[in-house]
């Protein structure tokens, strides 16, 4: 998990594309946090290779050397001094809600590009959120003790459109009581796995309400909801919207 105590400064936020096919980066004393745009990249260090496609989140701590091949590679990127413990190692991590993360990317560069009064804290509060969002989205699990919650998000993904589906059927997947997974996910998640489960319903929603292809009873049926009144409700308690005020949004 990440340090509740980060305490970072903000050196720059900026587009980057890059027009070579290889590059080498050693020594650094700032780190990077940053969104792939579009990519096909490969990324070399402490002898391995981890690729970064497009969607991607990358985390490169300071002081490390790594070598990178392959374009294209666009993407938007916080350069950041740290003052608190972090991550020793390169974190790759590709969330389910892209355009969550892309949005509050863009919006951090746009803020640090117009350069009004404020701007730093503002770029700084985007980027907080950011790594808010992350956490609670599993992207900081890295300890081998907390792979079961790992494995509990692949259950989830795998049984989310289940209406059947329960808490009680992953915490039988997991060998575990619900007490037990209910407590372990929510300090490494931050909120409960019925909560996750209802979210990840509701994401996939999202992505075929703006299809506009399905009307709202078959997206409540093709997302594990047991009827319409009830993906209604779980919509507006998820979003702050309505279905309908989130299309027109949308529009």
Request: proline content about 2%; some cysteine; aromatic content about 16%.
């Given at each position: ?26 020594g650094r004393d700032f780190a990077a946090l940053s969104y792939r745009l579009n990519s096909d990249v490969s990324f070399t260090y402490n002898g391995k290779t981890v690729k970064a496609t497009t969607d991607t989140i ?194």
């Open positions: 998990m990440i340090n509740d105590n980060l305490i970072v400064e903000i050196i720059d936020v900026l587009k980057y594309k890059e027009k070579r096919n290889y590059g080498f980066t050693s990358c985390f490169f701590p300071k002081d490390i050397t790594y070598s990178k091949t392959g374009i294209p590679d666009d993407l938007i990127v916080f350069h950041f001094y740290v003052y608190s413990d972090l991550f020793e190692d390169i974190l790759f991590f590709k969330p389910d809600d892209t355009e969550k993360y892309k949005h509050l990317f863009l919006e951090a560069l746009k803020i640090w590009e117009e350069k009004r009064q404020g701007y730093k804290y503002k770029a700084t509060s985007y980027f907080y959120e950011i790594l808010f969002n992350m956490q609670s989205d599993g992207a900081f699990i890295l300890d081998n003790s907390d792979k079961d919650i790992l494995k509990a998000k692949d259950e989830i993904e795998r049984n989310f459109k289940n209406a059947d589906y329960k808490i009680a059927d992953l915490a039988f997947t997991l060998h575990m009581s619900e007490a037990y997974l209910r407590r372990k996910f929510k300090k490494l998640i931050g909120i409960s796995p019925k909560k996750y489960l209802i979210r990840r319903k509701i994401t996939q929603a999202q992505i075929m309400l703006k299809s506009t292809y399905f009307t709202q009873s078959e997206i409540a049926l093709k997302c594990g909801f047991s009827d319409v009144k009830y993906f209604r409700y779980a919509f507006k308690e998820q979003t702050g919207l309505t279905i309908r005020e989130y299309l027109k949004k949308q529009s």
